[in-house]
Protein backbone atom coordinates (compact mmCIF):
# COMPACT_ATOMS: atom_id res chain seq x y z
CA UNK A 1 0.00 0.00 0.00
CA UNK A 2 1.15 3.30 -1.13
CA UNK A 3 1.84 6.55 1.44
CA UNK A 4 -0.71 7.89 -1.42
CA UNK A 5 -3.13 5.12 -1.23
CA UNK A 6 -3.02 6.33 2.82
CA UNK A 7 -3.64 9.46 2.44
CA UNK A 8 -6.27 8.90 0.04
CA UNK A 9 -7.85 6.65 2.78
CA UNK A 10 -7.37 8.59 5.36
CA UNK A 11 -9.19 11.92 3.66
CA UNK A 12 -12.07 9.44 2.39
CA UNK A 13 -12.56 8.62 6.25
CA UNK A 14 -12.57 12.11 7.57
CA UNK A 15 -15.11 13.35 4.85
CA UNK A 16 -17.59 9.73 5.14
CA UNK A 17 -17.38 10.73 9.36
CA UNK A 18 -18.13 14.30 8.38
CA UNK A 19 -21.06 13.31 6.37
CA UNK A 20 -22.58 10.83 8.53
CA UNK A 21 -22.76 13.24 11.40
CA UNK A 22 -23.67 16.22 8.78
CA UNK A 23 -26.76 14.60 7.62
CA UNK A 24 -28.23 13.92 10.98
CA UNK A 25 -26.91 17.14 12.91
CA UNK A 26 -26.26 19.65 10.14
CA UNK A 27 -23.17 21.10 9.62
CA UNK A 28 -23.21 23.97 11.88
CA UNK A 29 -24.25 21.20 14.82
CA UNK A 30 -21.09 19.30 14.13
CA UNK A 31 -17.96 20.42 15.66
CA UNK A 32 -14.54 19.20 14.70
CA UNK A 33 -13.61 17.62 17.74
CA UNK A 34 -16.35 15.29 17.09
CA UNK A 35 -15.66 14.47 13.41
CA UNK A 36 -12.13 14.09 14.43
CA UNK A 37 -12.95 11.51 17.27
CA UNK A 38 -15.29 9.66 15.37
CA UNK A 39 -12.98 8.94 12.39
CA UNK A 40 -9.81 8.32 14.88
CA UNK A 41 -7.86 11.21 12.81
CA UNK A 42 -5.40 13.43 14.82
CA UNK A 43 -6.15 17.41 14.72
CA UNK A 44 -2.98 17.43 12.76
CA UNK A 45 -3.68 15.29 10.07
CA UNK A 46 -7.37 17.18 9.67
CA UNK A 47 -5.29 20.39 8.61
CA UNK A 48 -2.92 18.35 6.44
CA UNK A 49 -6.51 17.64 4.51
CA UNK A 50 -8.19 20.38 5.00
CA UNK A 51 -7.32 24.30 6.12
CA UNK A 52 -10.30 25.12 7.98
CA UNK A 53 -14.05 23.77 8.38
CA UNK A 54 -15.40 25.47 5.70
CA UNK A 55 -12.56 24.19 3.64
CA UNK A 56 -13.67 20.58 4.58
CA UNK A 57 -17.39 21.37 4.23
CA UNK A 58 -16.48 22.62 0.49
CA UNK A 59 -14.64 19.47 -0.10
CA UNK A 60 -17.23 17.32 1.30
CA UNK A 61 -19.97 18.84 -0.71
CA UNK A 62 -18.17 18.83 -3.71
CA UNK A 63 -17.52 14.79 -3.21
CA UNK A 64 -21.31 14.08 -2.69
CA UNK A 65 -21.86 16.19 -5.85
CA UNK A 66 -19.79 14.34 -7.33
CA UNK A 67 -20.96 10.89 -6.59
CA UNK A 68 -24.42 11.71 -7.32
CA UNK A 69 -23.66 12.87 -10.54
CA UNK A 70 -21.86 9.86 -11.23
CA UNK A 71 -24.81 7.70 -10.11
CA UNK A 72 -27.12 9.46 -12.29
CA UNK A 73 -24.68 9.26 -15.57
CA UNK A 74 -24.40 5.43 -14.65
CA UNK A 75 -28.31 5.40 -14.52
CA UNK A 76 -28.40 7.26 -17.63
CA UNK A 77 -26.19 4.87 -19.69
CA UNK A 78 -27.43 1.73 -18.21
CA UNK A 79 -30.30 -0.78 -20.29
CA UNK A 80 -33.92 0.17 -20.25
CA UNK A 81 -36.15 3.39 -21.32
CA UNK A 82 -36.08 6.88 -20.12
CA UNK A 83 -39.03 6.76 -18.63
CA UNK A 84 -38.51 3.37 -16.29
CA UNK A 85 -35.01 4.98 -15.54
CA UNK A 86 -36.68 8.08 -14.25
CA UNK A 87 -38.82 5.61 -12.61
CA UNK A 88 -36.38 3.75 -10.69
CA UNK A 89 -34.95 7.34 -10.01
CA UNK A 90 -37.98 8.72 -8.42
CA UNK A 91 -38.56 5.52 -6.30
CA UNK A 92 -35.00 5.37 -5.01
CA UNK A 93 -36.05 8.70 -2.73
CA UNK A 94 -38.14 6.47 -1.19
CA UNK A 95 -37.43 3.58 1.79
CA UNK A 96 -37.55 0.15 0.86
CA UNK A 97 -37.18 -2.87 3.46
CA UNK A 98 -35.41 -0.80 6.12
CA UNK A 99 -33.16 1.11 3.55
CA UNK A 100 -33.03 4.64 3.35
CA UNK A 101 -34.20 6.47 0.06
CA UNK A 102 -32.08 9.35 -1.45
CA UNK A 103 -34.54 12.05 0.66
CA UNK A 104 -33.09 10.87 4.18
CA UNK A 105 -29.41 11.11 2.42
CA UNK A 106 -29.79 13.98 0.73
CA UNK A 107 -27.44 16.76 1.41
CA UNK A 108 -29.13 19.45 -0.67
CA UNK A 109 -32.17 18.96 1.64
CA UNK A 110 -30.33 18.94 4.69
CA UNK A 111 -27.81 21.92 4.26
CA UNK A 112 -29.04 23.87 1.33
CA UNK A 113 -30.46 26.71 3.57
CA UNK A 114 -28.32 26.31 5.97
CA UNK A 115 -24.98 26.53 3.87
CA UNK A 116 -27.25 29.53 1.54
CA UNK A 117 -26.17 32.42 4.87
CA UNK A 118 -23.24 30.18 6.12
CA UNK A 119 -20.68 30.35 3.16
CA UNK A 120 -21.17 31.52 -0.26
CA UNK A 121 -18.06 28.32 -1.44
CA UNK A 122 -20.60 26.06 -0.12
CA UNK A 123 -23.93 27.56 -1.53
CA UNK A 124 -22.10 27.60 -5.25
CA UNK A 125 -20.83 23.95 -4.96
CA UNK A 126 -24.49 22.54 -3.77
CA UNK A 127 -26.10 25.29 -6.77
CA UNK A 128 -23.92 23.95 -9.33
CA UNK A 129 -24.85 20.45 -8.93
CA UNK A 130 -28.15 21.06 -8.89
CA UNK A 131 -27.84 22.74 -12.10
CA UNK A 132 -25.71 20.01 -13.54
CA UNK A 133 -28.44 17.14 -12.13
CA UNK A 134 -31.83 19.32 -13.51
CA UNK A 135 -29.74 19.29 -16.94
CA UNK A 136 -29.14 15.55 -16.64
CA UNK A 137 -33.15 14.88 -15.77
CA UNK A 138 -33.84 17.03 -18.87
CA UNK A 139 -31.77 14.78 -20.95
CA UNK A 140 -33.97 11.86 -19.85
CA UNK A 141 -36.80 13.84 -20.28
CA UNK A 142 -35.96 14.23 -24.26
CA UNK A 143 -35.07 10.45 -24.33
CA UNK A 144 -38.24 9.28 -23.05
CA UNK A 145 -40.46 11.55 -25.65
CA UNK A 146 -38.09 10.29 -28.38
CA UNK A 147 -38.63 6.37 -27.01
CA UNK A 148 -42.22 7.08 -26.19
CA UNK A 149 -41.65 6.55 -22.40
CA UNK A 150 -42.67 10.11 -21.42
CA UNK A 151 -44.80 12.48 -23.17
CA UNK A 152 -43.26 15.13 -25.26
CA UNK A 153 -42.77 18.18 -22.85
CA UNK A 154 -42.19 21.88 -24.76
CA UNK A 155 -39.42 23.21 -22.42
CA UNK A 156 -37.84 20.01 -20.78
CA UNK A 157 -35.22 21.96 -18.20
CA UNK A 158 -38.21 23.77 -17.19
CA UNK A 159 -40.13 20.46 -16.23
CA UNK A 160 -36.87 19.32 -15.46
CA UNK A 161 -36.44 21.74 -12.57
CA UNK A 162 -40.26 22.09 -11.81
CA UNK A 163 -39.90 18.21 -10.96
CA UNK A 164 -37.09 18.24 -8.55
CA UNK A 165 -38.46 21.31 -6.94
CA UNK A 166 -41.43 19.21 -6.09
CA UNK A 167 -39.65 16.12 -4.83
CA UNK A 168 -37.38 18.36 -2.75
CA UNK A 169 -39.99 19.91 -0.85
CA UNK A 170 -41.54 16.72 -0.61
CA UNK A 171 -38.51 14.90 1.22
CA UNK A 172 -38.46 18.05 3.20
CA UNK A 173 -42.36 17.55 4.07
CA UNK A 174 -41.60 14.23 4.72
CA UNK A 175 -38.75 14.83 7.18
CA UNK A 176 -41.26 17.26 8.84
CA UNK A 177 -44.03 14.74 9.09
CA UNK A 178 -41.37 11.49 9.60
CA UNK A 179 -43.01 9.72 7.15
CA UNK A 180 -43.45 8.63 3.66
CA UNK A 181 -46.50 10.32 2.95
CA UNK A 182 -45.27 13.51 0.82
CA UNK A 183 -43.13 11.09 -1.17
CA UNK A 184 -45.09 8.95 -1.63
CA UNK A 185 -47.57 11.65 -3.46
CA UNK A 186 -44.77 13.27 -5.14
CA UNK A 187 -44.16 9.30 -6.74
CA UNK A 188 -48.16 9.62 -7.83
CA UNK A 189 -48.02 13.31 -9.17
CA UNK A 190 -45.08 12.18 -11.18
CA UNK A 191 -46.43 9.17 -12.53
CA UNK A 192 -49.06 10.91 -13.75
CA UNK A 193 -47.60 14.19 -15.51
CA UNK A 194 -45.09 12.08 -17.10
CA UNK A 195 -47.19 9.23 -18.43
CA UNK A 196 -47.23 9.37 -22.05
CA UNK A 197 -49.99 10.98 -23.98
CA UNK A 198 -52.37 8.48 -25.40
CA UNK A 199 -52.19 7.72 -29.17
CA UNK A 200 -55.51 8.78 -30.94
Known amino acids: MTEQTKSDQTRHKILETGRRLVVKHGFGGVGLSRILTESAVPKGSFYYYFASKEAFGEALLQDYVDGYL ?50 DAMRQILNDGVGQFVQRLATLLRAGAEDGSVRVFDEPEATAQTLYATWLGAAILAKLAQNQTPLQRALAETTRMLAPQPTS
Open 70 to 119: TRIDALIGGPGSAGAKLTSFWNAWLAHSGTEGIATQCLVVKLGAEVADLS
